[in-house]
């Protein structure tokens, strides 16, 4: 042990393990961290070379008796009905089955998913039932013919701690200077801070800011091979890792009346994030509320504390991208992820800067237990620190509101997790706050590149040190890139178009980006169409239908008394989306339908929404209901009116949502109608 372990095992007896023993039963098991490490906190704490080794070795043997692998399920079910009852280790799962009116269990490995189980452990447990958690697991055979289910749940013990003491945790941290506890967390996470820069220690400690801050907004895209979702998967029983996501899952299901994974877990990641799955745009417009505030309507009022984070994979060179006029560095984001979700993100962690996974960077020395940490950092997302950041951080004054927000609520969480117990020094403050500005700066740049005018203009975000001084934070990889400092805009229509700005070569570049055509500045002389759209047309999106007609209206009306459904009220999200890129629009108004106050109820709660999303891009939306309205009609201040015969809902419907057309509706086919467009 070196003097950092020996100060660590005589602070914190019983609650650290050696991080090189995880190495070593971790090759070859696909156990969580945190279940292995319990066990080694069981068998393994001592100093003694003799007793760690009879230690492992039990771990070794528990594994082999009570941890089932996927393929051997049919073997664990047999060794259940032959001894009676066997303990496993296992992630297990609660559903509830409306047709049979009852509960099942199922565990993962075991392969049944119809274990009978008492309602107490659901009951004292919400997590078993959204998303499930990783326990001991006491499985006993049932004798009973005229029963149908073989197996029952005898026991369930979750694994992690019974109890938390918080004072306990904090006067540890009080014997430790800033830079000792930094390589604690550090080494915590099984890693050898020795070997790495003070920047690249900061950025594994970003990582964990979503479990100490709720309702934090994180954000990294990075190459394959850098562990992003190692912290989500295995560091912490109170995170989850998931690859799609529907609004029923993620935040509220209305057939049980239940809140989503937001409301069972601190931290909802999404891997691969470049490939996840929006289901619905309901979603997508719900995460943004979620996003902004914590809360979100859907019939219910909603509040809930998880953080979300996305993380995944970036494939381009990051000097291309940075040098590009048309890409930038949210470019594998999902299409469902439009500026006002982006805007929401606290902090973008450069990725790329981590290095691959090497055991060359594994630590051979001790760390706290990944579980008793993990309840720590529990603990900690219940408090606030936002009040000492906002009453000891000054921001410059390109830092807008979202900006301030998002810097704050990082300097925050860098506190909890570095002076869980204490104040900083102003320079240790500084140094989180320099930190938590760039990323949000590396934000707003993509930001401001990817929108054709000036709302994200003020880039240059600063903050105020301890001497007084203003500092200018800039992204590393980004400063020297004129097409991102200053990207090129589109010119308006009639004027001169807008001078190229020379860009620096890239030489050899990697990975070639995809080319796509910039939006052309020219607008068409526009005359009154009267024209059909056929049966099974494509390439009719409402931009190629009447885009043109809509330019340059400040205020746009809807008549559409089939805006009730709800892929017509995605319908009508995607033709709003269609007027906030137009960029002058102020005003929306929408005349519609419905059959019920049952579905006005639920029509109504979702404009709402769809009101408050839009307000964020300074559009007012207002709709009423009519119970006389039968035309379908869109009407522009400019003196444009836009006749369908069947309103906004001119798509077929998908056969299903993994065909092309399902997402673009310029590749969708259409229904036939009648379009007219004239002048009033």
Not at 169 to 180: C, V
């Amino acid at each position: 042990m070196d003097a950092l372990d020996q100060k660590l095992n005589a602070a914190c007896p019983g609650r650290v393990v050696r991080k090189d023993l995880l190495h070593r039963i971790k090759k070859g098991t696909n156990v969580p961290s945190f279940v292995l490490e319990f066990l080694l906190a069981r068998y393994c704490a001592s100093d003694d070379p003799e007793e760690v080794e009879a230690g492992i070795q039990a771990v070794f043997d528990t594994l082999e008796d009570n941890f089932v692998r996927s393929d051997e399920g049919n073997r664990a079910q047999s060794l259940v009905q032959q001894k009676g009852k066997h303990k496993f280790i296992d992630k297990v799962h609660v559903s509830y089955k409306e047709s049979e009116k009852r509960h099942w269990a199922e565990m993962e490995n075991f392969g049944s998913r119809r274990i009978a189980i008492p309602e107490k452990f659901y009951r004292d447990n919400d997590r078993l039932l959204e998303g499930g958690i990783w326990a001991e697991v006491t499985v006993g055979h049932n004798d009973v013919d005229e029963d149908k289910y073989a197996f029952y749940i005898e026991d369930l013990r979750p694994i992690q701690l019974s109890r938390f003491d918080p004072k306990q945790f904090f006067d540890a941290r009080k014997t430790f200077s800033t830079s000792e506890w930094l390589d604690v967390l550090i080494r915590s996470m099984g890693l050898e801070p020795a070997k790495m820069t003070k920047r690249l220690k900061f950025h594994y400690l970003a990582r964990l800011l979503c479990f100490v801050e709720a309702n934090y907004n994180f954000v990294e895209l990075g190459p394959r091979g850098t562990g992003k979702s190692y912290a989500f998967s295995e560091f912490s029983p109170y995170s989850t890792l998931i690859s799609q996501a529907s609004t029923s899952t993620l935040f509220f299901n209305n057939a049980r009346h239940k809140v989503g994974l937001v409301g069972f877990w601190d931290t909802v990641a999404f891997d691969e994030v470049g490939r996840a799955r929006i289901k619905d745009q309901e979603t997508a417009d719900i995460m943004k509320s979620y996003m902004a505030s914590g809360r979100f309507s859907r019939g219910v009022e909603v509040v809930a504390n998880a953080s979300l984070a996305f993380v995944g994979n970036i494939d381009h060179s990051i000097e291309q991208v940075v040098n590009s006029e048309q890409f930038d560095l949210f470019l594998p984001l999902p299409k469902e992820f439009d500026l006002a979700i982006i805007d929401r993100f606290f902090t973008y962690m450069p990725g790329w800067e981590i290095p691959k996974n090497s055991s060359a960077y594994l630590t051979q020395s001790y760390g706290f237990i990944t579980d008793y940490l993990a309840e720590a950092f529990h603990h900690l997302a219940k408090q606030s620190r936002y009040d000492y950041v906002n009453g000891h951080v000054k921001l410059g004054s390109s830092v807008e509101g979202r900006d301030e927000m998002a810097i704050k609520r990082t300097v925050a969480g860098f506190l909890k997790l570095m002076h869980p117990a204490g104040d900083p020094t102003p320079e240790e403050l500084d140094e989180y706050v320099a930190y938590a500005v760039e990323g949000r700066r590396r934000v707003k740049e993509q930001l401001n590149k990817r929108k054709e005018d000036d709302e994200y203009a003020n880039i240059n975000l600063s903050y105020i040190n301890a001497a007084g001084e203003e500092i200018v934070v800039w992204c590393p990889e980004s400063k020297s890139a004129p097409a991102t400092q200053t990207p090129k805009r589109q010119s308006l229509p009639g004027s001169s178009k807008t001078k190229p700005v020379e860009r620096p070569a890239i030489e050899k570049p990697p990975t070639p980006l995809p080319q796509k055509s910039p939006p052309s500045a020219e607008v068409p002389s526009l005359t009154e169409q009267h024209f059909t759209i056929h049966y099974g047309d494509v390439g009719n999106s409402y931009g190629t239908l009447f885009g043109d007609y809509l330019r340059g209206a400040k205020s746009v009306s809807i008549e559409d008394a089939y805006i009730r459904l709800p892929h017509q009220i995605s319908n009508l999200i995607r033709f709003c989306e269609m007027l906030v890129l137009a960029g002058t629009v102020r005003q929306i108004d929408l005349v519609t339908a419905v059959d019920n106050q049952e579905q006005k109820a639920q029509v109504d709660s979702r404009l709402n929404e769809l009101s408050d999303s839009l307000r964020d891009h300074g559009i007012e939306f207002s709709h009423i209901f009519s119970e006389t309205i039968h035309d379908r009609e869109i009407k522009s201040d400019t003196g444009w009116i836009i006749k369908i015969g069947r309103g906004l809902d001119v798509y077929q419907p998908p056969e299903n949502w993994n065909t092309i057309g399902a997402n673009d509706m310029a590749l969708r086919p259409c229904l036939e109608t009648k379009v007219d467009i004239f002048r009033k």
